[in-house]
């Protein structure tokens, strides 16, 4: 009689949280037990959900935003600390990045695919003129979180995403799980192997053809996040207009299709990938080479590849 062989296999599960697609797979030789290992990590990234949503009056984001250039709000520890990473992202890239982004002013212009002429830079610059990472007051000895002025929001589109699947890979590493992804909408975050113990191989997509890998990545322990301007886009005087907006500038970017940001933090991915959109493939590049243990993958409006320093892409 011979013993019968387990075999690993990833398990899958696809469902919509924080308003975007996630994917969590985990590897494991029993599909109950991989099942119930991914219901708590589902019941993590809900968690924050209700915790960063602005979608909800009570959650602890918008009680900052309604009490913007009134008082003071006190939020849980998680909120504060994630706030203050939020504020050295902003510090680091001088404000490309900003967890105020939600202050601009929509009425004054908003983004439209179908635009045929940029705002005037008066205009742009009034619609920014709330956007300030500086106009967070922090309190740590009382965990208070002030917006200075009325009119500000915060809000953590920007960064969310990378934290929560930061933490449901904690929970499943926690209950026992050596090798999975999570996938947040795009910005995901690996461990271990997959079944055969190889590397998890990441599929950068193609700007042109989202179903086509552009290139191809091997990682493990790491996490990728990427920014993309492939699907909304303005053309003005034969030139693409992304709708990533720089929030000091107040008008879209141009030049880039999307950059893609390699390190073990998906929070950190997450955060980085549209400030580098923002500063340029110059200014973001020499940034991205200053930090350490950071990666960058960017792809221009004619195609070009450009990457930092110390990575290996396979095209």
Request: glycine fraction near 6%; proline fraction near 4%.
């Amino acid at each position: 009689m011979t013993a019968i062989e387990i075999v690993p296999t990833v398990y899958k599960r696809v469902l919509k949280l924080m308003g975007n697609r996630f994917e969590i797979s985990v590897v494991s030789d029993d599909e109950s037990r991989a099942s119930s290992r991914i219901d708590l990590a589902v019941a993590e990234i809900s968690r924050i959900e209700k915790l960063l949503t602005t979608f909800s009056d009570d959650s602890q984001t918008n009680q900052i935003n309604a009490a913007a250039g009134i008082k003071p709000v006190r939020v849980d520890q998680e909120v504060f600390q994630l706030i203050q990473r939020s504020l050295k992202i902003s510090a680091i890239t001088q404000g490309a990045f900003d967890i105020t982004y939600g202050s601009i002013d929509k009425s004054l212009w908003n983004f439209d695919i179908n635009m045929k002429s940029l705002p005037d830079a008066e205009t742009a610059r009034n619609a920014v003129r709330l956007i300030n990472y500086k106009n967070v007051i922090m309190d740590p000895e009382h965990l208070t979180v002030m917006l200075k002025e009325k009119g500000m929001r915060i809000g953590f589109g920007g960064i969310g995403k990378g934290y929560a699947a930061d933490r449901a890979k904690a929970i499943l590493q926690h209950n026992g799980v050596n090798s999975g992804i999570v996938n947040a909408a795009g910005d995901l975050t690996t461990w271990g192997t997959q079944p055969n113990g190889k590397p998890w191989t990441i599929a950068i997509a193609d700007p042109d053809k989202q179903l086509t890998p552009f290139s191809t990545l091997n990682i493990s322990d790491m996490a990728i996040a990427t920014s993309g301007n492939y699907e909304k886009y303005a053309v003005i005087d034969g030139k693409k207009y992304s709708h990533t907006i720089d929030p000091k500038t107040g008008l879209p970017v141009s030049g880039i299709k999307s950059v893609s940001i390699i390190c073990p933090s998906a929070e950190f991915a997450d955060a980085m990938a549209t400030p580098v959109t923002v500063m340029g493939i110059r200014v973001g590049l020499d940034l991205v080479n200053q930090l350490q243990q950071l990666a960058c993958v960017i792809i221009d409006d004619n195609n070009r590849l450009y990457t930092s320093r110390n990575i290996n892409v396979k095209n």
